[in-house]
């Protein structure tokens, strides 16, 4: 026996259903023999009432839980020895007077009872141990069995010691058969048990796994947020006080203006920051939708640069998740920023479109491009931001760029790919 003894969850509970039952079979074998015979002490009334007596004192016994905490570990196996021995006694008592005596009608229900009542044992040793307790259990029973049919040898008639021998044996059989069945369905039960706490331990690290990676994206992407506000914001800014500073002395009307510019970019700035850092979304979406967001985008772009932009936007853009339109409007706030500040580009070309339940974003310049192997991406973190967004929403961002011929973005999202 191991160290710690623990019972399968349960096991008591359906020891003293089984029990129980044993309690109302007696009673009733005790109202069939009433019926019959009607009131009077016999024989066949004290074996039942024997009987009655050994199935109460064991339901109580698996009834108060203190003498539980008194046993510890010996309460299970005592209950499995007192739930055996008692059938085995009542069941020899049954045979030895009835050699001596003529069964009457109710006879069959006190010999054919203590034998089913020995199948309660014999299930929970399967539930609760192996083959090996079973087998011993069931040549215990045998030989005990038949011990007591040895010592009452001279009550019995010579020719009723065979067959009784022989039904003990039959019975030894059918619990060595009984036993091997539920044994090996509990073998399964605890294999699929050990499995399922195997995949619960696994799902319990996965979970943990990705709880740390949802982290560490979500860091990624409130940085690539506070960069898409913050540096498109001083981006622009930059780029019309340069402007101010170019023509302060030489068009005082036009660098206030752009001054003015830059006053209500770096406000709305500030105001996309606080909202940014609220919620972490961009709130154009929210109020216009994808197309109106990017077509306000490059507006805004063409008044503080000058640079001339054509749009081509499709009316009906379906509707798409959250983080998609997000993804969408910021490679698009990414791109236009880039060819403000580095393409030094005249014209823009800007085009969003449905085609074939394909979302397809286009952002074509006239600028100066570049060498997209000569760049190392993780130096640029304005293009890393938009591969890593792309990769997040399940897309495909294509960058076509030569020196002196300019760039192109392609962005698409949907079942064409």
């Not at 939708?289 to 853009?317: K, Y």
Request: hydrophobic share 45%.
């Amino acid at each position: 026996m191991n160290k710690k003894f623990v019972l399968e969850q349960g096991i008591l509970r359906t020891f003293r259903m089984f029990t129980s039952v044993r309690v109302t079979l007696v009673i009733f074998a005790l109202l069939v023999f009433l019926i019959t015979n009607g009131w009077k002490q016999s024989a066949d009334f004290s074996l039942l009432a024997i009987a009655l007596l050994d199935a109460i004192l064991l339901f109580i016994y698996l009834s108060i839980p203190r003498i539980e905490r008194w046993f510890k570990q010996t309460y299970f196996p005592i209950g499995i020895f007192w739930a055996t021995l008692g059938p085995m006694i009542q069941l020899q008592l049954s045979f030895n007077y009835y050699t001596t005596h003529t069964p009457d009608r109710s006879a069959f229900l006190y010999l054919i009872l203590p034998i089913l009542v020995m199948y309660i044992p014999l299930v929970l040793v399967s539930w609760q141990y192996s083959m090996h307790a079973v087998t011993a259990y069931s040549l215990v029973t045998f030989f005990a069995d038949n011990f007591l049919v040895f010592v009452g040898y001279k009550l019995f008639h010579t020719q009723l010691l065979t067959p009784i021998i022989g039904m003990s044996f039959i019975r030894t059989v059918m619990f060595l058969l009984v036993g091997y069945m539920i044994v090996n369905l509990m073998k399964v039960q605890r294999e699929q048990h050990a499995h399922l706490s195997q995949a619960n331990i696994r799902l319990t690290q996965y979970a943990a796994t990705m709880e740390q990676l949802s982290t560490s994206r979500e860091r990624n992407r409130m940085a690539r947020e506070l960069h898409d506000v913050l540096a498109h914001t001083m981006s622009g800014v930059a780029v019309e006080l340069e402007g101010v500073r170019a023509m302060l002395h030489t068009d005082a009307d036009q660098a206030e203006r752009l001054l003015g510019q830059s006053l209500q970019a770096v406000r709305e700035g500030l105001t996309e920051t606080r909202r940014s850092l609220q919620a972490l979304r961009a709130s154009p979406l929210e109020d216009l939708g994808l197309g109106l967001a990017i077509t306000n985008l490059v507006e805004s772009i063409t008044n503080r640069s000058g640079l001339q932009t054509d749009v081509h936007i499709t009316d009906q853009i379906r509707d798409c998740p959250v983080e998609v339109q997000q993804c969408f409007y910021r490679v698009a706030q990414e791109a236009l920023s880039n060819i403000v500040i580095h393409a030094q580009a005249q014209h823009i070309n800007v085009t969003l479109t449905n085609e074939n339940s394909c979302l397809w974003l286009c952002i074509e310049d006239d600028g100066v491009g570049f060498d997209p192997n000569r760049v190392d991406l993780t130096q640029k973190y304005g293009l890393q931001g938009m591969q890593e967004r792309v990769e997040m929403i399940q897309g495909q961002l294509m960058l076509d760029s030569r020196p002196g011929a300019g760039t192109t973005i392609n962005l698409t999202y949907g079942e064409s790919l």
